[in-house]
């Protein structure tokens, strides 16, 4: 009797690991959050910088320049989820550094909007050089990005200090400065 007890413990238990990790393996994937909220993984998608394309894998792209200069595209952490284009599905606005043969690290800002089959990244707008991303909002289908800049007459090597905002939509089918 106690065997037959072992045993249906050790199934019940494999048994309820196995749900619990393919869970949570499936919401990593998919971009569902704990809470059930469903928020769009941009971090293998491409995207649209001045004419040419970068597609990203795991959050990191290479190109090169006409040059044949590398450039290294990285997303970065910040990001915020909410409906930009008012199809009721949770779009992602990301930000994403570009870097190349210079000491300029370049900051976009982008978005990675629903479609009507599937999620597509948008044209990345330039936002500055060596620039202190803060926060990333969306509300009623406006984007806000605000970031601690220099003043004009500031060197890029003097830290930022002044802050920052600049709002953003989806409007024909681009990602453009309100």
């Given at each position: 009797?106690?065997?037959?007890l072992t045993?249906?413990?050790?199934?019940?238990v494999i048994?309820?690991?196995f749900y619990?990790f393919?869970?949570k393996?499936?919401?990593?994937?998919t971009?569902?959050?704990?809470?059930?909220k469903?928020?769009?993984d941009?971090?293998?998608?491409?995207?649209?910088?001045?004419?040419?394309k970068v597609t990203?894998?795991?959050?990191?792209?290479e190109?090169?320049?006409?040059?044949?200069?590398?450039f290294?595209?990285?997303?970065?952490?910040?990001?915020a989820?909410?409906?930009?284009n008012?199809d009721?599905?949770?779009?992602?606005v990301?930000?994403?550094?570009?870097?190349?043969?210079?000491s300029?690290?370049?900051i976009?800002i982008?978005?990675?909007?629903?479609?009507?089959?599937s999620?597509?990244?948008?044209?990345?707008?330039f936002?500055?050089?060596?620039i202190s991303?803060?926060?990333?909002t969306?509300?009623?289908g406006?984007?806000?990005?605000?970031?601690?800049?220099?003043?004009d007459?500031?060197p890029f090597?003097a830290e930022?200090t002044?802050?920052?905002?600049?709002q953003f939509v989806?409007?024909?089918?681009e990602?453009?400065?309100?």
């Open positions: 009797m106690k065997k037959l045993i249906v413990l050790t199934i019940v048994v309820a690991l619990t393919q869970n393996f499936i919401n990593q994937n971009g569902v959050q704990e809470g059930g469903f928020e769009p941009p971090s293998n998608s491409t995207f649209i910088f001045d004419d040419s990203l894998s795991n959050g990191r792209g190109e090169k320049s006409e040059d044949e200069i590398p290294e595209t990285i997303l970065l952490k910040e990001r989820s909410g409906d930009l008012m009721d599905k949770n779009d992602t990301v930000l994403l550094t570009r870097s190349g043969g210079g300029g690290t370049f976009y982008a978005a990675y909007v629903s479609g009507p089959i999620y597509k990244g948008t044209n990345a707008v936002i500055g050089d060596r991303p803060r926060l990333v969306i509300e009623d406006v984007a806000t990005m605000k970031y601690l800049d220099r003043r007459d500031e090597a930022p002044v802050p920052v905002s600049k989806y409007k024909n089918g990602f453009v400065e309100r």
